[in-house]
């Protein structure tokens, strides 16, 4: 975290440096942003807490962790798939979960579905590219979720 402060930090001095105006347009475009998007993030993460705190962690274990063996997977690739949360939602939210004993190999597919494959949107989707496709590619990127999961289950077993 560190090394990102400091990095953020030089890219701050250089660009005020090279261009003050430019850089102050920058931030409070940033800045607006971010006051945009905070009720929306902060609405999910209450949301998710409030979730977290009624639904028991062996609940959640039983469902997404280590002894949920496969069906771990495929639960979370099924929640990402149906989801739609951005991805500046979804990344604090998988940080809940491996906090709350979930492992990484789960949020892999989970996120990877989530950003991937879109069940709610797929009639949007074959609106545009035809049924085959849209068929074709999110049960692809679905299957593709389970495999980059089994993966990282495999590096972090090594």
Request: charged share 10%; aromatic share 10%.
């Amino acid at each position: 975290m560190e090394i990102l402060v400091a990095i953020t930090v030089i890219c701050f001095i250089i660009s005020i440096v090279s261009d003050k105006k430019k850089t102050w347009i920058g931030i409070k475009k940033g800045m607006r942003m971010f006051i945009n998007l905070l009720p929306v993030i902060l609405s999910v993460i209450i949301l998710v807490s409030i979730v977290l705190f009624f639904l028991p962690e062996d609940i959640i274990l039983k469902y997404l962790g280590k002894e949920a063996g496969f069906m771990g997977y495929v639960v979370a690739a099924i929640a990402g798939s149906v989801a739609l949360i951005p991805g500046f939602i979804a990344y604090p939210l998988a940080g809940i979960l491996v906090r709350n004993g979930v492992s990484y190999p789960v949020i892999a597919v989970f996120i990877t579905t989530l950003m991937m494959v879109g069940i709610l949107t797929l009639p949007i989707e074959i609106k545009y590219f035809g049924i085959k496709t849209a068929v074709l590619r999110n049960s692809l990127y679905f299957i593709g979720a389970l495999v980059i999961g089994l993966l990282i289950g495999l590096i972090y077993s090594i």
